[in-house]
């Protein structure tokens, strides 16, 4: 019914291409002594890729726990992207030479002298720090690499059994996720400042993921239709792929409001110290930015029914939204580590040297697979959606 996927030599060529300037502009950066905006820009790439594939995998559980049917027949796209975690846990792993650059908490002198620091030094210390970092990944790659095996099981034996299997492992993934990402965020993003803290931050990064993870299945989704693959996709389907889109982006603003907020209402110089240099300063354009691409864009684009069920629309949104993500993250992390706003091209070669390495890991995950799954029990359903 669907033919396979084959991955074009010159798709390859091109990945590899820009693979090879990202990790040329990587060692320049390193080289010229911009050490601290190098790492920064590797945090935020190490962070921004391996969330969309969490997000994904987020994306899958909740169909199969839902018990979806207009969804069974793109479910190989995301179990595709969490691939990708396992090559980001190699990545990642290069970040830890990059810990005293980044992360102020890492410094013993200046935990010994700061009480803030000295109180927190139990959760945060290095060799805790890895042991949670190695645990929170074995999770993800077991749980989403099982959810992968079962469901390609059931393409050769059909029936219920490996499908219910799908469904506890999934109920299993969303509760470990729940809390290990929240952490996640914790750890790598949150404590760049150790001094400062929000509730609501970890809650804002689990959202992000789940959008933007969503917004990459619905491009990949609609490019693959374009080649020539997932001929049933119609309209009803890229509704439903816009409906997740703009529900989420009213979620991630209302998160992102309440945090604002409640700091702006409080005022407290504890908490305020996070939006000063976001808002008061050089970054503040980016600041407004931020919410403009994640929220205003997509409610405003995909508020209007007929934009929502263009393919050509709707690629033109996650597009967008996939530059929105970057912002949110480059707001997260560089106003802590470097010492002023500049885009260079370490932001452009770190970001398209990603960007190709996540998309080859993608593609070529996809061509091992049968593209479809073709003994899903709401395969019909799907294909027939309306």
Known sequence: MEKQLKVS???????????????????????TGDHVRTWANLLLNNYYFMSVALG???????????????????????????????????????????????????HHDAVMNDSILLHKEPYLNIPFFAIRFVLFFGLWIFLTQRIKKLSLAEDQIGGLTNFNKIEFTSKVFIFVFAITFSLFAIDWLMSLDAHWYSTIYAVKKFIMAFYHGAVVITAIVIILNKLGYFPFLNKEHLGDFGRYIFILSIIWAYIWLSQYLLIWYANIPEETVYYIPRIMQEYKNFFYLELIVNWLFPFLFLMWNRIAKNPNALLFVAIVLMGGQWIELYMSIMPDTVSSHNITYIEFGTFFGYLALFALVVAWSLSRMPLVAKNHPYLPESIEHH
């Open 9 to 31: 030599s010159g798709f390859k060529t091109v990945m590899y291409v820009l693979i090879a300037f990202g990790l040329i502009t990587v060692i320049i950066g390193f080289a």
């Open 56 to 106: 994904a995998s987020f994306w899958l559980a909740i169909q199969a726990i839902t018990q979806s049917g207009w969804s069974a027949g793109f479910v190989r796209v995301p179990q595709a992207m969490s691939n990708y975690l396992i090559v980001s846990f190699v990545l990642w792993f290069f970040m830890f030479f990059g810990l005293h650059d980044l992360y102020h908490w890492t």
